[in-house]
C-alpha cells in the first residue's frame, strides 16, 4: 500500500503549485484523503482534506480561498490546487489516506502517509 506525493517545488510568491498523490491501489477511491504539511521546526498540520465521493472538503483557515482539494477515483489519485502562494506555505506537504469515508482534520484519522513533496516559496 502507497501514496506517492508529487508535484513540489521552488515557486515565487503569488505563484500557483499543483500537488498530485497516486494511491497503489484501488481501495483508495473508498477513503478519505488528505493533505498535511510540516515546515521547519513546526509540528504537522491539517490542510485540506476530501471525502470518498469528492463531494465534501475541509480546509485549514490560513488556506481556505487559496487552496482547493479534488480526488479523480477513475484514476486513484488526489490533487492538491495551490494559488496565490506565500513564504508562509513553505513546507513538506504529505498525503494521507483515512480509516474512513469522512474527511477529517485530525492526523490520528489517518492511516496511510506517502513520503511527502518539498514546496518552497520565495518572497
Known amino acids: 500500500v502507497q501514496l506517492q506525493a508529487s508535484g513540489g517545488g521552488l515557486v515565487q510568491a503569488g505563484d500557483s503549485l499543483r500537488l498530485s498523490c497516486a494511491a497503489s491501489?484501488?481501495?483508495?477511491?473508498?477513503?478519505?484523503m488528505g493533505w498535511f504539511r510540516q515546515a521547519p521546526g513546526k509540528e504537522r498540520e491539517f490542510v485540506a482534506a476530501?471525502?470518498?465521493?469528492?463531494?465534501?472538503?475541509e480546509y485549514a483557515d490560513s488556506v481556505k480561498g487559496r487552496f482547493t482539494i479534488s480526488r479523480d477515483n477513475a484514476k486513484i489519485t488526489v490533487s492538491l490546487l495551490m494559488n496565490s502562494l506565500k513564504a508562509e506555505d513553505t513546507a513538506v506537504y504529505y498525503c494521507?489516506?483515512?480509516?474512513?469515508?469522512?474527511?477529517?482534520?485530525?492526523?490520528?484519522?489517518?492511516?496511510?502517509w506517502g513520503q511527502g513533496t518539498q514546496v518552497t516559496v520565495s518572497s
Open positions: 494521507a489516506a483515512a480509516f474512513g469515508i469522512v474527511a477529517r482534520t485530525s492526523q490520528d484519522e489517518y492511516e496511510y
Open positions: 491501489e484501488p481501495t483508495f477511491s473508498m477513503k478519505a
Open positions: 476530501i471525502n470518498w465521493s469528492g463531494r465534501s472538503t
